[in-house]
């Protein structure tokens, strides 16, 4: 598992170093986003102390994003955990903003911040079904590659409160 999140720091590291030029001197400077557009994504992630075991998880994330100004965006997400145990499930729903520091030439990059719910459940013959839910924030920082209509991005993000995790997610998100 450490192998995986050492891959994902390193894919986003990549793509930072490789689009953080001009990629055109000629052109001007044009919004990637603009205020108004509502984007969808998907992707994986990394989340290195899930639930009350802190095992590092996998999970698949789901991303709702508006665009309110120029500069900052808004939106939901949502991690459910591929847990290994049949009897375990782990989630989190994230409300979270973004401040865009770059938003031009096919490359966006913003600070994030925003409200977590963490919950975890068990099934269980002795107890039955129970589960917890913690609240805490996030902050981190995110970077979008645009390819048309669609962008690769990727979040770096730490939940302080909740569980307490660092937890990276790299994947797509379509304007629609």
């Known amino acids: 598992m450490k192998k995986i999140i050492h ?3 390193a894919i986003q590291i990549a793509i930072l ?4 030029f ?7 400077q044009q919004q990637v986003i603009q205020p108004g557009d509502l984007t ?3 992707g994986l992630s990394y989340g290195s102390k ?5 095992n590092s998880e996998i999970g698949i994330t789901f991303h709702l994003l508006y665009m309110i100004t120029e500069s900052i965006r808004g939106g939901v997400d949502y991690t459910y955990y591929l847990i290994g145990e049949n009897d375990l499930g782990a989630s989190e729903m994230n409300l979270n903003g973004h401040y865009f520091i770059r938003n031009r030439d ?3 990059i913003y600070g994030l911040g925003g409200l977590n719910l963490s919950r975890i459940k068990a099934d269980s013959d002795i107890w039955g079904n129970v589960g917890s839910n913690k609240i805490g924030i996030n902050a981190g920082i995110g970077i979008e590659f645009d390819i048309r209509n669609f ?3 990727g979040e770096p993000k730490f939940t302080l409160g909740g569980w307490n995790q660092f937890q990276t997610t790299v994947g797509l998100r379509l304007r629609i």
Request: hydrophobic share 55%.
């Open 22 to 28: 001009n990629l055109s001197a000629a052109a001007q």
């Open 17 to 20: 170093c490789l689009f953080s």
């Open 151 to 153: 962008t690769l991005f």
């Open 50 to 54: 899930v639930g009350h075991l802190e």
């Open 40 to 42: 969808l994504g998907a």
């Open 106 to 108: 096919h490359l966006m």
């Open 7 to 9: 891959y994902l720091c």
